[in-house]
């Protein structure tokens, strides 16, 4: 069963359209992409997320991009 956002489609698809046009200006490789957002959940998740929910949501996260990769 998916899991219902509380963002809708519109909302997600912009920001991911908007990160997409900065890696090609930028003219990215995909190694390169991956890291940046790879650093991005790490800061996020060390900034804005209480120390008590972090390990949880680290596995939920990585729960769900196992799931979308597959």
Do not use: W
């Not at 003219?27 to 790879?38: I, Y």
């Not at 800061?43 to 769900?64: D, G, H, N, W, Y």
């Amino acid at each position: 069963m998916p899991i219902q956002s509380k963002y809708s489609n519109q909302q997600v698809e912009s920001l991911m359209a908007e990160l997409s046009e900065v890696f090609s200006k930028h003219q990215a490789p995909l190694d390169l992409e991956l890291m940046v957002l790879g650093n991005m959940v790490s800061q996020i998740m060390a900034e804005r997320v209480p120390a008590a929910q972090k390990q949880i949501l680290t596995e939920q996260f990585c729960s769900v991009l196992k799931q979308a990769v597959s």
